[in-house]
């Protein structure tokens, strides 16, 4: 694959080149699906950063309001992550792994836990994966939902890359067998920040050591209503984003075995998004403008585009009807047209979206910024900080 331009991934964070070797300048473009992404290179830089957050969430009976937030408000903080900024100008990728535990129809052997997603930086299968949450009662084991994602996940050995838990629940932290301290001293040994969400009143997340639990591996606790009403601010630029997505969605070419239906995800995801609210659609359309919606395993435009294919490799049941038939001239000119057209659509959404960030901006309350979105990110961006990183 070429060495030029860094992937955006879901993307955020990575250390600057001081003792150690953050925000590496040699950072190589690579498949996130491969080892690569771990690598130490030949000269003792990593092969690239990676900033790696599973989200845990509890799925019991009164977690509905949780889940409601984490799926209007995941294009927010997707958004956000678009402004970080390595020392050097770079931008990292990441990568989300999802969790749900405390739910009665998992399985008690499993302690009621379910990896629902490995890391993954695929926005789509991230959105699909939230809107397939339901909530039923059960019993939460924070200390082995932690251990148990410490275990299944790979969160490699590159020292640059950041990783960190966002555990988010209302029960008390230290139920279950496996006591949170034993956890909690094996994430730090393996290098990954766990920080604590107290779904409720602060002062009783403190009394059931919820900041007990952040504590221990230095990241950071906070506490939200989670029930809270998710607002959105209407804007003028809104349809016109809408409008510029459908025309988006027509510049991607599938191919291959995923690609009929990851473009039925892609447009179910755009549907999930609307159903909630028209401002998150607005969000996921951002999302989609912006160097972290790469689809290199079935879309053909940033297949190419990333060096992932060679037209001449693809065997013509995996091309799409519009191609078979056509020369590799003609495919390549065809899929230029579509690059050429989705970059311009593309810059009109983001050019939009700055009309509307500032409209947003004039008219926006005090505190009315969502709950679980402000909470991951305040703890994102203090805990980058302290590896360098800057948000444009």
């Not at 990676?50 to 409601?68: E, F, Q, W, Y």
């Not at 405390?102 to 997603?117: C, F, K, P, T």
């Not at 039923?136 to 084991?141: F, L, P």
């Not at 359309?285 to 919606?293: D, E, R």
Request: charged share 25%.
């Amino acid at each position: 694959m070429k060495n030029v331009k860094q992937l955006l991934g879901l993307g955020l964070l990575a250390f600057t080149v001081t003792t150690a070797y953050g925000c590496d300048p040699k950072s190589q473009r690579t498949n996130s699906k491969t080892l690569v992404a771990q690598a130490i290179a030949d000269d003792g830089a990593p092969a690239n950063n990676t900033v790696k957050i599973a989200l845990l969430l509890d799925t019991s009976n009164s977690m509905d309001g949780l889940i409601n937030q984490a799926k209007a408000q995941l294009w927010d903080i997707v958004n956000q992550f678009t402004h970080a900024q390595c020392s050097n100008k770079t931008r990292p990728k990441l990568q989300i792994a999802l969790y749900q535990y405390g739910n009665d129809e998992l399985s008690s052997r499993e302690g009621y836990i379910q990896q629902v997603l490995g890391f993954s930086d695929d926005l789509d299968e991230i959105s699909e994966k939230l809107f397939s949450l339901t909530t039923n009662g059960g019993e939460e084991y924070c200390g082995t939902v932690i251990q148990t994602s410490l275990k299944q996940l790979d969160w490699g050995r590159n020292p640059d890359n950041l990783k960190m838990i966002f555990i988010a629940g209302n029960e008390p932290f230290d139920q279950g067998k496996l006591h949170y301290k034993d956890a909690l001293a094996n994430a730090k040994e393996k290098d990954v920040v766990v920080n604590t969400i107290f779904c409720g009143n602060y002062q009783q997340g403190v009394q059931t050591n919820w900041k007990n639990g952040a504590i221990l591996s230095g990241g950071e606790y906070m506490a939200i209503d989670h029930n809270r009403q998710v607002v959105h601010i209407d804007t003028p630029y809104d349809k016109l984003i809408i409008e510029l997505n459908s025309k988006l969605n027509k510049t991607y070419v599938s191919y291959g075995a995923l690609g009929a239906a990851k473009g039925r995800q892609q447009l179910k995801q755009d549907t999930n998004a609307y159903e909630l609210a028209e401002g998150v659609a607005v969000k996921r359309a951002v999302s989609k403008s912006s160097g972290l919606y790469s689809n290199t395993d079935w879309d053909l435009v940033d297949a190419l585009d990333e060096e992932v294919v060679e037209i001449s490799e693809i065997a013509v049941d995996d091309l799409p009807d519009e191609l078979k038939g056509k020369s590799t001239a003609e495919i390549a000119v065809y899929i230029e047209t579509k690059k050429t057209e989705r970059h311009k659509i593309q810059k009109e959404i983001q050019l939009l979206n700055a009309e509307r960030e500032a409209h947003i901006a004039k008219n926006q309350k005090e505190g009315s910024v969502g709950e679980l979105e402000n909470a991951m990110l305040q703890a994102i961006k203090k805990q980058a900080a302290k590896k360098n990183y800057t948000w444009k």
